[in-house]
């Protein structure tokens, strides 16, 4: 079985989805891995590193007989054009609003994984890329915010006299919300948080910071069973920008990390209250890339709005690759564990197997998850020359329902 590792096409993508221990791991379950030529440079894995490890370096040619291909961002189609039929690629893929991208990887026969989709179990946890990347984005939000942030963290008591505490609003606790709370405590800053989840109050006062919402009887119901937010009624949302936006005109710095799956981003900051904060003051908003939580907040750069700066920074988790990769990689070495077979070392693709069921997105020329049914099957037609698929096991109900899970949850992902 060959796996291969290719450099991330997407300009921004400085992460990579090995390591030098997870190649060790593969390598170890009897699969021969390949990894192109500089795919770790952007997260200081030199090609020495990889080959030290027991891959071999190679170039974008191997993909075209791999029989997985472990990558960051879901393949462009330049990109899944070069894959043989048959061939399972994992990845983060993105799938909401992408029906195009989707109908393409169906109709080049290929096997598509999407991690963040991986259900929220026990034994998937050493598989959650959702955890593992939010939490660094969460902590990379605050070290952006601190190095932007003109004046000290934490209270300092001099002969000069007393410096005060930054103050710190972090919206959304989930993993990266909860990340940014630990790293702005830990750096001496006065932290509050706030959550449309119930639970999220004890996890916000567990790691000292103070919880601050709207505890009425929809915020008691305001959670689903697998963790998630549910989206929040009107009436609620204006009750709880009033008392956010009193709280924020307060604040030094606020971070922002509220998502939906499939949704835009929930408007959380209004211009007006980034323009009645202090001079100086500073907003990270995690979801530029979903439309945003800040209103004003540009994708990929830093705009000033009144006083105030507001960081669109993209791919935060890209902004600390070295550690991000390391974790992605250890991700995807766990879930593709669990799809060899142990005694003869195939590939085994089952379908009806819980993980691969819930992360399914295609598979022999159709879009499987049912989350996404809305996308017109293409018609393939079956070569009769191609090499036959690798240990398949193929099961009736491969496309029945499973709860679609997502990037993230209306507080950021999961707590």
Same mark, same amino acid.
Request: no cysteine.
């Given at each position: 079985m060959k796996i291969f590792v290719p450099k991330e096409r997407d300009a921004g993508e400085t992460r990579v989805a090995a390591s030098p221990d997870s190649v060790k791991k593969l390598a170890g379950l009897g699969a021969r891995v390949v990894v192109e030529r500089g795919a770790g440079d952007a997260s200081r894995i030199p090609d020495a590193a990889f080959e030290a490890a027991g891959a071999a370096i190679g170039s974008g040619e191997d993909a075209g007989d791999a029989d997985v291909i472990l990558k960051v961002r879901r393949p462009l189609a330049e990109e899944f054009a070069q894959y043989r039929r048959g061939a399972v690629v994992i990845a983060i893929m993105d799938p909401y609003g992408q029906d195009e991208a989707l109908r393409g990887m169906a109709?080049?026969?290929? $096997?598509?994984?999407a991690m963040e989709l991986m259900p929220r179990i $026990?034994?998937?946890? $050493?598989?959650?890329?959702?955890?593992s990347q939010a939490n660094l984005a969460g902590y990379q939000a605050v070290i952006d915010a601190a190095a932007l942030y003109d004046r000290a963290f934490p209270m300092m008591m001099t002969a000069a006299g007393t410096v005060p505490a930054a103050r710190v609003f972090v919206m959304g606790a989930g993993v990266a919300g909860l990340q940014a709370i630990a790293t702005a405590r830990r750096l001496g800053a006065v932290v509050t948080a706030t959550d449309v989840r119930p639970a999220a109050k004890e996890q916000v006062e567990s790691l000292g910071a103070k919880f601050v919402a709207v505890e009425d009887e929809e915020f008691k119901a305001a959670e689903t069973a697998a963790g998630y937010a549910k989206p929040m009624s009107a009436a609620y949302q204006a009750k709880q920008a009033e008392l956010t936006a009193a709280h924020i005109a307060k604040q030094d710095i606020v971070i922002t990390t509220a998502l939906i799956p499939g949704r835009p981003a929930p408007r959380l900051v209004s211009r007006a209250?980034?323009?009645?904060m202090? /001079?100086?003051?500073v907003l990270v908003d995690l979801a530029v890339e979903r439309g945003g939580n800040?209103?004003?907040?540009v994708p990929g750069e830093i705009a000033e709005i009144g006083g105030a700066r507001v960081v669109g920074h993209l791919n935060v988790p890209g902004r600390i690759a070295a550690t991000a990769s390391l974790l992605y990689a250890r991700n995807l070495a766990a879930f593709v564990e669990t799809m060899i077979d142990k005694? $003869?070392?195939?590939l085994r693709v089952d379908l009806s197997e819980e993980l691969q069921k819930a992360t399914a997105l295609t598979h022999d020329g159709r879009v499987v998850h049912p989350a996404f049914a809305a996308v017109a099957e293409p018609t393939v037609t079956p070569e009769l020359d191609r /090499?036959? /698929?690798i240990s398949l096991a193929e099961?009736?109900?491969a496309a029945s329902a499973v709860e679609a899970g997502s990037d993230h949850s209306a507080s950021e992902g999961r707590a």
């Open positions: 109709e080049a026969g290929i $096997t598509a994984f $026990t034994r998937a946890q $050493t598989m959650d890329v959702l955890s209250a980034v323009e009645a202090k /001079p100086g003051s800040v209103e004003g907040a005694e $003869t070392k195939a /090499p036959a /698929p099961d009736a109900d």
